[in-house]
Each structure stands twice: as structure tokens, then as C-alpha cells.
């Protein structure tokens, strides 16, 4: 078993920033691929963004390359999303995922992740 725990959400100004944690407890946090997802009023869960165990492979869902980043510090067990320029649009429920690291980081179903965290409420306001 793997516990994920989020931390970080808040009520953020159109434009402004913010930084999600995601602390891993439970199993090797090397052997795990991890994701944030988001789901906003009235949609799905949607994938957002992607990081391998070692951490040197990354993916994005588009509307987010170039505003967020997502980084992982093994030693501390804890993977982050960085997220800037936000927009109302970013408003959502942000969660974290864990799959078995394959090396890849082409997960964006959530359907491929065996564990997740709790969420935590990011709003942007315009």
C-alpha cells in the first residue's frame, strides 16, 4: 500500500502562483510513477501532469505546459506541482496518484493509477 497525502491547494489570484505537495509514505518511492490529476465541478478527472521514479522523464497535459511543473525529491518521499500563471480555468480538486514505475511517464488515465490522495482545493479567482 502506498498513503499519498496532498498538501498546498488555496484561493489564488488569476495570474499568480502556487505549489502542491504530495507526501509518499508505505512503499520505495523510487518504484512509483507519479501523477496529478484534477477534477473540476461538473467534469472528470482529468490528468495533468506526470513524473517517472528517477524523475528525469516528464509529461504534460497541453493547456498546462509551460505554466506548471511537476518534480519529484526522492529523499523526502514527496512529489510537487509548481503551478504559475494560473488561470480560472486551473479551478479544481488537485490530486495525486501513484502507479509501479515502468520508466515511462505516458499515464493519463486514471484508471492506470492503483493509488491516490485525498485532494486538495485549488481556486483561482478572476
Known amino acids: 500500500q502506498v498513503q499519498l497525502v496532498e498538501s498546498g491547494g488555496g484561493l489564488v489570484q488569476a495570474g499568480g502562483s502556487l505549489t502542491l505537495s504530495c507526501a509518499a509514505s508505505?512503499?520505495?518511492?523510487?518504484?512509483?510513477?507519479m501523477g496529478w490529476f484534477r477534477q473540476s465541478p461538473g467534469k472528470e478527472r482529468e490528468f495533468t501532469a506526470a513524473v517517472n521514479g528517477r524523475g528525469d522523464k516528464v509529461f504534460y497535459l497541453d493547456s498546462v505546459k509551460g505554466r506548471f511543473t511537476i518534480s519529484r525529491y526522492n529523499a523526502d518521499n514527496t512529489v510537487y506541482l509548481q503551478m504559475k500563471s494560473l488561470k480560472s480555468e486551473d479551478t479544481a480538486v488537485y490530486y495525486c496518484?501513484?502507479?509501479?514505475?515502468?520508466?515511462?511517464?505516458?499515464?493519463?488515465?486514471?484508471?492506470?493509477?492503483?493509488?491516490w490522495g485525498q485532494g486538495t482545493q485549488v481556486t483561482v479567482s478572476s
Open positions: 508505505g512503499r520505495t518511492f523510487t518504484n512509483y510513477t
Open positions: 496518484a501513484a502507479r509501479v514505475d515502468t520508466g515511462a511517464v505516458f499515464y493519463t488515465q486514471d484508471r492506470w493509477y492503483a493509488y
